[in-house]
């Protein structure tokens, strides 16, 4: 059985950190690239990282580049989220997801979700 837990979330102010985490299992997670996408409410998902399967590859949505890393540990099966200098605009559920192709942004490539982790940034 295929599982993504997300883990995390919550309130912080803004200008605050939060590191995110998705602990996969039921799949080759060695084998799989993994990125984070959020869902802000009466918004369409949008992508916000990606890591290629062996942690040397990272692309980043413009909107968080330079305040964002993506990262991940095979030996554990888990992928993080760190997430610095937030902004209220950063409020969203924030989803982790698993596959094989190189599309970033392009939702249907992703063979594998999480049931998403709330992140909220207080002005």
């Known amino acids: 059985q295929v599982e993504l837990i997300e883990s995390g979330g919550g309130l912080v102010q803004a200008g605050g950190s939060l590191r995110l985490s998705c602990a996969a299992s039921g799949f080759h997670f060695g084998a799989s690239n993994m990125a984070w996408f959020r869902q802000a409410p009466g918004k369409e998902r949008e992508f916000v990282a990606i890591?290629?399967?062996?942690?040397?590859?990272?692309d980043y949505a413009g909107s968080v580049k330079g305040r964002f890393t993506i990262s991940r540990d095979n030996a554990k099966n888990l992928v993080y989220l760190q997430m610095n200098s937030l902004t209220p605009e950063d409020t969203a559920v924030y989803y982790c997801?698993?596959?094989?192709?190189?599309?970033?942004?392009?939702?249907?490539?992703?063979?594998?979700w999480g049931q998403g982790t709330q992140v909220t940034v207080s002005s």
């Open positions: 997801a698993a596959g094989r192709g190189w599309t970033p942004s392009t939702l249907r490539s992703y063979n594998f």
């Open positions: 890591i290629d399967w062996s942690g040397e590859t990272t």
